[in-house]
């Protein structure tokens, strides 16, 4: 299924143009139906050129023709023979190649930034996190720690053969999709930060398009395509983070608004004589649900803020909450229901705004669904309307607090299905 991409442009490498003596219109053409053919293939699975012919409605001659040059670029193959049951000679069945071209999903959250890389057929190539404390360090410093990791990623791509397709950089905060801006991300501290003009400066080769996104955009859509409601065309999903995003996924599509910042409800006031946020005011819906609030509540002696000389990974976190519980500390406990009552209030507006029939939990509340969702579920049963959420259901997402990684990388597949031509043909 089609998505939206960022900023909606198809960026092509230098010197991948139209052919010599191709009028502009029939390079148009041509490039919409090698989409059409290796969406088809990429969509459908294994299917024969006749199969391909008959469903896009292309004649066999511009099949054989756009399959030849899909498959100089590396992006489609064939297997077989297929043995179908019927009289006469099997065919060749074709399929997605694309284990030489890699797409690469990059995360800069609170406390940690993670990489994951696939090839186009979603073969995962790299899936690592690395803890590192992007509050405290700056823009400076967190970029450069981002590079580093982009760099080592391309690296160990170029190592296996893979061309690299495109990289897309996941960030908590508002973005500027097509300036590659950063407009604030209240949680690291940055405020108009042109972070894709940073990474091409620090290295970052020009022929490599990169975009970024807000995280829980990119989240919500790795849920649709993959995750716990994958199909779903009306979901929310929830970051579960420090901070606390939204990515809200409307009839199949990504919902962005005007600006593209649709989604940020953790800066929802909710408690005006509440804690103060990192955005500036107080008693924002993140200071109540945020794994910041829960930490705070549950082990006060390990804040954030108070122990920046460790760098801590969201799962050490959570493994410290779970060892106080396990030690008889009742303020686990308290804490995570006092977390499930503000989730399911705030859900309660969610709902009632957009009727989806999915909130997908990410990040730390997937980890504590199970004692998160029955309280949430019953503060959401009181405040919400019944003929709405009696249609929705919570779901714990399996993504981890790779979910936005995944997504981006989805962003790039996307890119290079709408446009092959950004993938460059092989020398014989």
Not at 61 to 84: D, N
């Amino acid at each position: 299924m089609e998505h939206n991409q960022p900023d909606g442009r198809l960026v092509e490498p230098r010197g991948l143009g139209r052919p010599a003596g191709l009028p502009a219109d029939q390079t148009t053409v041509r490039r919409s139906n090698l989409s059409l053919v290796l969406r088809h293939v990429s969509e459908r699975g294994q299917c024969s050129r006749s199969a391909v012919a008959i469903e896009t409605g292309l004649n066999k001659t511009t099949i054989t023709s756009l399959v030849g040059e899909l498959q100089a670029r590396g992006l489609l193959k064939e297997i077989g023979p297929q043995h179908a049951g019927s009289v006469g000679r099997p065919s060749l069945a074709l399929t997605l190649d694309g284990a030489r071209v890699g797409a690469l999903g990059v995360e800069v959250n609170v406390d940690y930034v993670a990489a994951f890389a696939t090839d186009l057929a979603g073969r995962v190539l790299i899936d690592r996190r690395i803890g590192f404390d992007a509050m405290g360090a700056g823009p400076g410093r967190s970029l450069g720690k981002l590079s580093q990791v982009i760099d080592k990623a391309v690296t160990d791509l170029d190592r296996l053969g893979v061309t690299l397709a495109g990289i897309t950089v996941a960030i908590p905060g508002l973005v500027n999709a097509a300036t590659g801006t950063v407009v604030v991300a209240p949680n690291l501290g940055w405020h108009q930060v042109p972070l894709v003009d940073r990474l091409k400066s620090a290295g970052i080769s020009a022929r490599v398009p990169v975009t970024i996104d807000n995280d829980a955009n990119l989240a919500a859509l790795a849920e649709y395509t993959s995750g716990v409601a994958m199909g779903t065309p009306d979901l929310v999903y929830l970051t579960g983070e420090v901070g606390v995003g939204c990515g809200i996924i409307s009839g199949g599509r990504p919902l962005s608004g005007a600006d593209g910042f649709a989604g940020e409800v953790g800066h929802v006031v909710v408690d005006p004589s509440g804690e103060p946020c990192g955005c500036g005011r107080t008693g924002c819906w993140e200071t109540k649900v945020g794994l910041a609030a829960l930490v705070r509540m549950a082990v006060p002696d390990h804040a954030y803020g108070t122990d920046r000389h460790l760098l801590r990974d969201p799962e050490e976190r959570l493994a410290e909450i779970d060892q106080r519980r396990a030690e008889g500390d009742p303020r686990v406990d308290a804490a995570i229901t006092e977390v499930g009552r503000w989730l399911g209030r705030g859900t309660a507006l969610l709902i009632n705004l957009f009727n989806p029939r999915a909130v997908v939990l990410g990040g730390y509340f997937a980890r504590l669904a199970d004692r998160l969702i029955p309280v949430a579920q019953t503060e959401l049963d009181e405040l919400g309307m019944t003929a709405v959420t009696g249609r929705c259901r919570f779901l714990a997402s399996t993504l981890g607090f790779g979910a936005a990684a995944r997504g981006a990388v989805n962003v790039v597949i996307q890119r290079v299905l709408s446009d092959p031509t950004t993938i460059a043909i092989r020398d014989s």
